[in-house]
C-alpha cells in the first residue's frame, strides 16, 4: 500500500545514484528504508556500477527518501544523485523490492 500526503497526491521518481554504491549493502539497506517509510517501487545495480532506485509515494516521502539515498548510508560514497519525476499514466507497485542486475 502506498502512503499518501494529505492531498492524496502520488508521484513516481526514477533515481539513480553514481559513486560507492555496490558491494557495500545499499540495495538491502534501500529496501529496508523504503519499506519502512511506505513507499513502493524497486532497487537495482546496474552495468555501469550506478544503482538504479524507482520510488512511489507521497512527495515528502520521496525527497526524504532521496536525501537518505545522498547522505545516510555509512558506507555509501555518493558522487552524484539524478532525479527524474515519471510522468502520469505510471504503474502502480504495492511493494518495494530488489530486481536483478541490468
Known sequence: ???RDKDGTIETWLV???GRVQGIGYRDACVRRARAQGITGWVRNRMDES???MLQGSP???ADMCSWLRDDMPAALVDEL???QVQ???PRFDHFER???L
Open 82 to 84: 539524478e532525479v527524474t
Open 1 to 3: 500500500m502506498v502512503s
Open 51 to 53: 544503482v538504479e532506485v
Open 16 to 18: 539513480r545514484v553514481w
Open 88 to 90: 502520469p499514466p505510471f
Open 99 to 101: 530486481l536483478p542486475t
Open 60 to 62: 515528502e516521502q520521496l
